[in-house]
């Protein structure tokens, strides 16, 4: 890495630690010659997928997009901004773990939704009614009546399980009961 200060080519890596959620390595560095210090920040690379629209169209992919549509869901809403944040970086996540080099703007729209419903419900109507347009009041209310009918993302990790998990069977018959 060349210093910043006075150009020089030898430096020396003085600390390094995680940071953003272990997403980037922070490095202290050290300038052989000038011995002034510099941070420097280390990032994976990874290309997103083009976005393939509904007109056929392709375009780049956007996270302030991406962002700006679940903020306007999630207006006047109590939802903390880094639950916002988090849960941008889990759309994107999934967008990269598809391993594609093209994804339906459809198909955002539905990570979107998906990860909106955990997050608030509210928001999810407010999502779906632009996202699936809905023409009138019937299909805003089925999809209300669909979400009362479903537990929640939370609701279900609470509910106890009427099967013993795999891990326990195994112990079982490990004892031979």
Do not use: W
Not at 31 to 58: H, I, N, W, Y
Not at 89 to 96: E, K, N, P
């Amino acid at each position: 890495m060349r210093c910043p200060f006075c150009a020089a080519d030898d430096t020396r890596v003085v600390d390094t630690r995680l940071a953003d959620n272990g997403e980037t390595i922070r490095r202290r560095r050290e300038c052989m010659t000038c011995r002034e210090r510099f941070t420097t920040f280390e990032r994976a690379e990874l290309r997103m997928p083009q976005v393939m629209k509904s007109d056929g169209r392709r375009e780049a992919f956007v996270e302030d997009k991406l962002r700006t549509g679940i903020n306007r869901a999630l207006e006047k809403r109590p939802v903390e901004t880094e639950a916002v944040e988090a849960m941008v970086q889990r759309v994107i996540r999934a967008i990269l773990t598809g391993g594609e080099r093209e994804i339906d703007s459809k198909r955002i729209g539905e990570l979107v939704m998906e990860h909106l419903g955990e997050l608030d419900q509210v928001a999810y109507v407010r999502f779906a009614s632009v996202y699936r347009s809905f023409q009138n009041v019937d299909a805003f209310s089925a999809e209300v009546d669909r979400l009362k009918s479903e537990p929640s993302e939370a609701a279900k990790r609470r509910q106890l399980s009427l099967l013993p998990s795999d891990a326990a069977a195994r112990r079982r018959r490990g004892r031979g009961e």
